[in-house]
């Protein structure tokens, strides 16, 4: 094979008990360049990048850097021998200075045994210098902004000897322009000869910034090409492949947008958040549901904490039925008859409680005086649980015995006490098999035709576009489209995000 | 798609099955219970002539940990909102001596005096509530602060002298009986049983539950749970003070000391019931069993042939014993869940 790769995958394959992961693929890295890898959720990317950076050591095929064939037992021993992975979860100690931070386990000491302060902030601010990184080495790591401690978190890395970067995801968390400033140093970084592996979801990024691009679906490598030759429309259809969306957009041909809805319920007015997103306008109606459709970090989530009174956006107005409201307390929100289906099960619901005591809670001030009748409690939650067909259907059960898709129509069932008149629900089905999935999103759209305004927020496209009547694709933080779901294709909606 | 869990396809009537049920369910009351009996059978036989396992000892035991049963009332109920309150017996105190000045050096009719000082201690459980909630510092600062405060104003009044008057009320609260039971006692029940419904049948007591059991959950199904932990640490506060006006009443005169034993002894008497200091799991039944186990220990090692200078060790040590049964019981209790799913 060519020796002018630095490191190259032949064949290789991975299992997770039965369920291929990876089918022989064939991956090539040049030295010096930045090399884009794209593909849906469950493509086969985050396996393909843990068999190269060691996590996974049980994998078939054969790998080989610099020409010579290795098989990596451990992280480590892939960090030894210069492979460096910086995840979306940073490993930088917000309590340490950005010097110690570098410097992490290895201290410099003096003769005396004592670390070295004097040397140890001088050589990291000549090292951080040279990569282009202006700070100051004696203040923590954490006072600096998440885009910052990404690039320490890099330096770190290279310092530690790598030659190869794996950045997982790394615009993700960042605002527009801290993305940027990522660029400039990740070309700083190729300039230096460098070589780096750039996973993202945006497409744009990694077409301006990538030399070369890989594509995954379904656990094969489907393209590898140069990113001047190539645009987005290409590298969507590569992704979702040409078949699957034909597919797509013959199945959908129901005609939703010609349904009239009701009243306007809920009316967002130039909202905006500073860090989060800014010029947000939509309107959603009676029997409606508005599908927002972004990736993670599109500013989804910090959009509902605002519609739902757990944070404050900084400037634009609500109007609900065409009056301003102030919405100050989750409180407010649940006054206003706003419900809110987080996409984390934990911030709502409370394991080691029982069932019912999780349903009751939210509207107990108005189903209960004073003192609690049991009895009451159980019998609406009896009927609750039918509703949204939770099993087994025990209000005594401690809501953590339930499983995923259950434990998730609890938490729908404790809006449904009292009819919300607008119901957000962030990734409701994220991490469901299809049974589960579906009965989640049958309760949803009983709901919908009873009148309820629905919000429904999501990065997985099928979803969206199966349950949705119109739709807003969303991306860091602004609305990019508003689209109604009418023969939309999944490439359409993704070209957008 | 879901699965049933084991748990329903066994034999609902095996008594092995019963036993598990019953245990899982009790976990938190099980190995407190266990410690009680186990120091009473000890007490009783190791105690010179038998004399603890009396009737009048009993009613003695009671009696010693009445005060400190008001005062744990209220840590109860700051310990399941996830709080905690350093503060209570700094407060108590100073209520005690609050009722007795304005009782001395200003005339102030007994009773209107008990109310005052009742009142004003309810009002430093809501400044260690606003504080903690509103200011967003943590309880065991706020409260430590408290505790200062508290005993800083009652040295204050005190002028380092004693009160040797006390508001009859307190007096009476403190020394009668009603029948051959003190009164004492009855109030120590009262205020128990009260603070039981409350936390268990009343929509107050589910919040605090929740709020403890997953403050954020709580915040995200609308619940404030800013004002379910500032009424606690408020109620905190009024029990506290009412703990120490009885207690002045019981030993006939209110000083600026010898309360420090109480703050640790009514934390400890909640946790070793089985209350979770991290809130959400325990309440007054668990409190009372804490409060006996404290109660028998204390009057129990008085008699045996223990050397005096070595009780408050071996207190300690049974204490810390206690609480690793406990840990370990919970610890059972949850495997037990999950083997049986």
Request: glycine content about 10%; charged content about 20%; hydrophobic content about 45%.
């Amino acid at each position: 094979m060519n020796e002018a790769y630095l490191l190259e995958l032949i064949n290789v394959s991975k299992n997770f008990g039965g369920v291929s992961a990876l089918r022989n693929v064939d991956f090539q890295l040049k030295n010096g360049e930045i090399h884009g890898l794209i593909g849906e959720n469950g493509a086969g990317k985050s396996t393909l990048i843990k068999i190269i950076s060691g996590v996974h050591t049980d994998y078939e095929g054969v790998i080989k850097l610099k020409g010579e064939i290795i098989r990596f037992h451990s992280p480590a021993n892939a960090r030894e021998r210069g492979i460096g992975t910086v995840y979306q979860e940073l490993s930088i100690i917000g309590a340490l200075s950005v010097a110690e931070n570098l410097f992490l386990g290895k201290q410099l000491l003096n003769k005396f045994g004592l670390v070295d302060w004097g040397k140890m902030f001088e050589d990291t601010e000549n090292y951080l210098e040279m990569l282009g990184i202006h700070v100051d080495v004696r203040r923590p790591a954490g006072s600096y902004s998440i885009g910052i401690q990404q690039m320490i978190e890099v330096a770190r890395i290279i310092f530690g000897g790598a030659e190869i970067i794996i950045l997982d995801e790394p615009t993700s968390a960042l605002s527009g322009p801290e993305a940027e400033r990522l660029f400039e140093f990740m070309k700083r970084l190729k300039d230096q000869n460098k070589t780096l592996i750039f996973i993202s979801h945006f497409l744009e990024d990694v077409l301006r910034i990538s030399d070369r691009i890989s594509v995954m679906r379904n656990g094969n490598k489907v393209y590898t090409g140069l990113a001047s030759e190539t645009d987005k429309n290409f590298l969507v259809q590569q992704m979702l492949g040409v078949e699957a969306s034909h597919l797509l957009s013959n199945q959908r041909k129901s005609n939703k947008a010609s349904i009239s809805f009701g009243e306007k319920v809920l009316e967002v007015e130039n909202l905006k958040k500073r860090r989060e997103f800014e010029n947000i306008n939509f309107s959603v109606r009676r029997g409606e549901i508005l599908g927002i459709y972004g990736f993670m970090g599109a500013g989804k989530t910090a959009l509902a904490n605002c519609l739902f009174g757990l944070k404050k956006p900084d400037q634009g107005n609500l109007k609900m039925y065409n009056k301003i409201i102030n919405i100050r307390s989750t409180k407010d929100a649940v006054r206003y008859g706003i419900a809110y289906v987080p996409d984390n099960r934990r911030q709502s619901l409370f394991y080691g409680k029982e069932v019912f005591k999780n349903i009751t809670l939210t509207y107990l001030h108005q189903i209960m005086n004073f003192f609690l009748k049991k009895k009451g409690e159980i019998n609406i939650t009896n009927e609750l649980i039918k509703q949204v067909g939770v099993t087994p259907a025990n209000p005594f059960l401690d809501v953590s015995h339930l499983s995923g898709g259950n434990q998730q129509k609890v938490v729908l069932a404790k809006w449904l006490v009292k009819m919300p008149k607008l119901l957000i629900l962030n990734e409701p089905t994220r991490g469901m098999d299809v049974g589960a999935k579906n009965e989640v999103l049958q309760v949803v759209n009983n709901l919908k035709n009873q009148g309820v305004a629905i919000i429904l927020m999501s990065s997985e496209p099928e979803i969206i576009l199966d349950h949705s009547d119109r739709i807003l694709v969303m991306a860091k933080g602004k609305i990019r489209k508003e689209l109604i779901n009418q023969d939309i294709t999944k490439e359409e909606l993704m070209h957008w995000a | 798609m879901y699965q049933t869990p084991k748990i329903f396809s066994q034999q609902k009537n095996s008594i092995q099955y019963k036993i598990i049920h019953i245990f899982r369910r009790h976990a938190r009351s099980v190995a407190p219970l266990l410690t009680l009996t186990v120091l009473i059978v000890f007490f009783s036989f190791a105690s010179e002539g038998g004399r603890f396992f009396s009737g009048r000892n009993f009613v003695n035991i009671f009696q010693q940990a009445a005060t400190l049963a008001i005062m744990s009332t209220g840590v109860t109920f700051v310990l399941l909102t996830g709080e905690i309150d350093l503060s209570i017996a700094s407060m108590a105190m100073f209520s005690g001596v609050l009722a007795s000045y304005l009782l001395v050096n200003h005339g102030v009719p007994g009773t209107i005096a008990f109310i005052s000082a009742f009142v004003v201690a309810t009002f430093l459980g809501f400044i260690n509530g606003l504080v903690t909630t509103r200011f967003r510092l943590p309880s065991f600062m706020t409260t430590l602060a408290m505790m200062q405060i508290a005993s800083g104003l009652a040295i204050y009044l005190t002028k380092g002298r004693p009160f040797f008057e006390v508001p009859a009320i307190a007096h009476t609260l403190g020394t009668e009986r009603w029948g051959s039971i003190p009164i004492i006692i009855i109030a120590a029940l009262v205020i128990l049983i009260i603070g039981h419904i409350v936390l268990t049948y009343t929509r107050f007591g589910r919040y605090i539950y929740m709020v403890g059991g997953n403050r954020e959950a709580a915040e995200f199904s609308g619940v404030s749970s800013i004002n379910v932990r500032m009424l606690a640490l408020t109620i905190g506060g009024s029990m506290a003070g009412l703990a120490g006006l009885i207690n002045t009443g019981r030993i006939g005169s209110a000083h600026a000391g010898g309360f420090e034993d109480m703050m640790l002894n009514s934390i400890s008497a909640v946790v070793l019931g089985g209350t979770s200091l991290f809130g959400g799991e325990g309440g007054i039944p668990n409190t009372i069993i804490g409060l006996l186990i404290f109660g028998v220990l204390n009057n129990g090692l008085n008699m045996i042939n223990l050397d005096i200078y070595l009780k408050t060790v071996v207190t300690g040590l049974i204490l810390l014993i206690a609480l690793i049964i406990n840990v370990y019981s919970l610890k059972i209790g949850t495997e037990s869940q999950e083997t049986e799913e």
